[in-house]
């Protein structure tokens, strides 16, 4: 079965260092989503991906985090400088284009990378 | 207040117990509802979607929607030790991949042997 991959799967860091975490979607899916899921929290989407071109990053904090999908398929989240409070899961899911209103398509959860930023 | 909220328990309840699981939400725009599973250090999977109002089920689960009350409920008939995880609840305004997904924070369950 296909699956959404995830690397590193757990990342310790110092603040003030960069981090960056890669996502590569199920084969075809092209949309991309980045989502944030703090302890006890549910996650919160970062950025979204509809091929290579970003439709949405409206709660992406630009001054310190970026996201590319150059070529449309793989990912990368990137974090510089890190602080404290982006100690968090970072998970990264896709879809299919959704081209029907009401579809049961839905979005697949790869299994996250646990960044703690010390 | 958050568009979403779950009590995040924890709720712990014995093997062939019926669990209840609730979210309310304030965005009278949502219109698809999804329910997610998510194991400890895992990402969530998918176990329900349901688009508008009623009742869906799969299997052991079933899922409610009640538009009216904005109020949305997860089912578990005879629980099982594998139930065990975490349950987010999920919605959107335009289908989960044309609109943004607003999550609950998720309610711990145990089911114990």
């Known amino acids: 079965e296909a699956e959404v991959a995830q690397s590193p799967r757990y990342k310790i860091t110092e603040k003030s260092q960069a981090v960056a975490f890669w996502c590569d979607p199920i084969?075809?899916?092209?949309?991309l989503y980045w989502y944030r899921q703090i302890l006890g929290q549910g996650p919160e989407l970062l950025v979204q991906f509809q091929d290579e071109s970003v439709v949405d990053d409206s709660q992406l904090p630009k001054d310190r985090f970026s996201a590319e999908r150059l070529k449309g398929v793989d990912s990368t989240l990137k974090i510089q400088p890190a602080e404290l409070g982006d100690s968090a899961m970072y998970l990264c899911a896709s879809s299919l284009r959704d081209r029907v209103v009401g579809s049961t398509d839905t979005q697949y959860f790869g299994p996250g990378t646990r960044l703690t930023v010390l | 207040q958050k568009e979403v909220e779950q009590d995040p328990g924890p709720l712990s309840v014995p093997e062939g117990a019926i669990v209840s699981l609730n979210c309310t939400y304030s965005n009278s725009a949502f219109q698809y509802f999804m329910w997610y599973r998510q194991y400890s250090r895992k990402g969530p999977e998918l176990l329900m979607y349901t688009y508008s109002s009623g009742n869906k089920e799969d299997g052991r689960f079933t899922a409610q929607v009640d538009k009216s009350s904005k109020y949305i409920s997860l089912f578990i008939r005879d629980s099982q030790p594998s139930d065990s995880a975490t349950y987010l609840c999920a919605m959107s305004d335009r289908g989960s991949t044309l609109g943004r997904l607003y999550f609950g924070r998720g309610t711990q369950l145990t089911v114990w042997p």
């Open positions: 084969s075809g899916h092209a949309t």
